[in-house]
């Protein structure tokens, strides 16, 4: 028997239930489906098992878009304190880390719940384990599932991208957009860590494990924060945050400030008759285990005020501009989000539908927007949902 109803949200992840809730609360009569068995995997990951629900600093200027302009309109109307008062409502305790990450003080699966709660006080239905094999459209939508056939006004696609397939990710979301002729961007993994060249990665290894508070840069995009020598490379949140301007899928080069809060050059200056070594003068500013993998020669080993004051300049200028090229990423099983997805140009900004198939919206990350590490795409799902929710 066909079921009906006004709107059919797909994908039960962040934006799914904001889109679902809202919609709801408007009295429309919703459907929220679910090929997995759990709602909300994605957020109860996040964080450490905290969840990281937004970010008190969240601007257009966060998020990465084929179309910067596209992403004000959602922004704007439903903002991160919007979000933080449904939390408060919701007695949910949270505090702030660094840079205005905002985390739970308890649990991921107390942001679910209060979404499930709010769900329900909206009366919208949800099915779980539900695999949806074809969307087609000729007054209404009609929704093919294994569980049966479903008809709608309205269908959101929250489907999310290609990011950590094993909790469920899947292109489904992007065949759709195909099938009705909405084009999708390049996709690739973002805020992800990087992996290297052979040979760097033989040098890499004697640090393998090391943080360090730097600055990365590529171009003119830089993030300060630490970085993390690993056994494949690059991590850490300013290599994550990096990741995410860097082509897809093409060999590039950034460099990495080592030494951000200190002017090294002028250090040496001040100190360049110091009897220290060079190497003994850097490890009150680095870990032993850095210096001695960048030392090159064996001037780093002589006092200082033996040295040629050029020299000692030139490995200066290798701490603050320390040079990587980058072989690629850790892929889509290690990266926190998707970057690319269904081009912006072909979506309301006010209501995330599709311009010329009415009815049909397409929210959260399988959209091409991406956001900046620390509650930023979490935002955008919160943002991006209400604004369909609103409209579906």
């Avoid at 059919?8 to 408007?26: E, F, P």
């Avoid at 919703?30 to 957020?43: D, M, Q, R, S, Y």
């Avoid at 992403?71 to 903002?79: P, R």
């Amino acid at each position: 028997m066909m079921q009906n109803y006004d709107a059919i949200v797909i994908g039960g992840g962040a934006a799914g239930l904001m889109a679902a809730l809202q919609a709801g609360r408007r009295g429309r009569q919703v459907l929220l489906i679910e090929h997995t068995a759990k709602i909300g995997e994605k957020i109860r990951i996040s964080g450490g098992g905290r969840c990281n629900f937004t970010n008190l600093g969240a601007s257009p200027a966060n998020y990465i878009c084929s179309n910067p302009h596209f992403v004000k309109s959602a922004l704007a109307g439903y903002t991160q304190h919007d979000f933080i008062k449904m939390v408060e409502a919701h007695h949910i305790q949270y505090h702030e880390k660094t840079l205005g990450q905002l985390f739970c003080d308890g649990s991921s699966k107390q942001i679910i719940q209060m979404l499930l709660d709010e769900c329900t006080k909206s009366q919208v239905k949800i099915l779980l384990s539900c695999r949806v094999n074809d969307i087609a459209k000729s007054e209404r939508f009609s929704i093919v599932s294994d569980k049966g056939t479903f008809e709608a006004e309205s269908v959101v696609i929250a489907t999310g991208g290609l990011s950590i397939p094993q909790i469920g990710a899947s292109d489904f979301g992007y065949r759709i957009a195909k099938k009705f002729d909405v084009p999708i961007r390049t996709t690739c993994p973002a805020l992800v860590p990087l992996t290297v060249g052979a040979n760097d990665l033989q040098q890499f290894k004697a640090i393998s494990g090391i943080s360090n508070p730097s600055i990365v840069s590529y171009g003119k995009t830089q993030f300060p924060e630490n970085i993390l020598f690993t056994h494949r490379g690059l991590s850490g949140p300013a290599i994550l945050q990096i990741s995410s301007y860097l082509p897809c899928f093409s060999e590039e080069i950034i460099s990495i400030n080592l030494m951000p809060t200190v002017d090294l050059r002028h250090l040496i200056n001040q100190h360049k008759d110091s009897k220290k070594t060079l190497c003994n003068f850097l490890k009150q500013y680095l870990s032993d285990r850095l210096v001695n993998f960048m030392v090159d020669n064996d001037f780093w080993h002589q006092p200082m005020t033996e040295v040629k004051k050029a020299t000692l300049l030139a490995a200066a200028d290798k701490l603050h501009n320390f040079s990587v090229k980058i072989q690629g990423s850790e892929g889509f099983q290690k990266a926190e989000v998707t970057r690319g997805g269904v081009d912006t140009d072909y979506l309301s900004s006010k209501t995330m539908m599709a311009k010329q198939v009415p009815g049909l919206f397409f929210i959260g990350e399988v959209v091409d927007v991406t956001g900046w590490l620390g509650g930023y795409n979490f935002q955008w799902a919160w943002s991006s949902g209400y604004a369909a929710g609103l409209n579906c």
